[in-house]
């Protein structure tokens, strides 16, 4: 099973694809769609679904796993990323993807055992259930493996219990 994991933004959305053998998940690409902040918001939507859509074309993945939106204090902050969240999400339609939402307590606590980890104690896990040689660049990249990660655990148990 190929999975794709998002962490939604509107300047950086993290992406992080795995592939999930029976022994092990394998990192197949990650990284971030960034915008040009020059840009309007629109054509900076239009850049992320170009991207979103070519990815996956590329890697083919069969779940498209993405985190929930949770309330900021900002609220322009959380209306661009709710606005990045939907157009991934028409990305992941579009391809004929289900979808499978996590929220970030949801993911913290599958990675790193403690739905109130610090970014650091997530990086770690990421970086050691994936045997990456170094820590993704960027925190938005650690955040959409997580992601992944959280998806394939929870295909694991949901199988488990269905023995």
């Known amino acids: 099973m ?3 994991g998002i962490d939604p933004g509107l300047a950086r959305m993290g ?3 795995v592939q999930m053998t029976p022994k092990q998940l394998i990192p197949v690409e990650y990284g971030c769609i960034q915008t040009d902040i020059n840009l309007s918001a629109s054509s ?3 850049q992320i679904y170009e991207n979103l859509q070519e990815i996956l074309q590329v890697h083919r993945p069969s779940h498209f796993a993405i985190e929930k939106l949770f309330f900021n204090k900002n609220t322009r ?3 661009s990323v709710g606005e990045a969240r939907g157009i991934a999400l028409l990305a992941a339609s579009v391809a004929g993807l289900c ?3 996590y929220t970030p307590l949801q993911v913290k606590m599958s990675v790193a055992g403690y739905g109130k980890a610090t970014k650091k104690q997530v ?3 990421v970086k050691a ?3 990456l040689n170094a820590y ?3 925190d938005d990249t650690t955040d959409a493996l997580a992601v992944a990660i959280c998806h394939a655990q929870s295909t694991i148990s949901k199988n488990l219990i269905n023995i």
Do not use: H
């Open 2 to 4: 190929r999975i794709i």
């Open 15 to 17: 992406f992080g694809i």
């Open 44 to 46: 900076r939507l239009k």
């Open 77 to 79: 902050t959380a209306l």
């Open 99 to 101: 979808v499978f939402e």
């Open 123 to 125: 990086s770690y896990m």
């Open 129 to 131: 259930i994936l045997r």
């Open 136 to 138: 993704p660049n960027l």
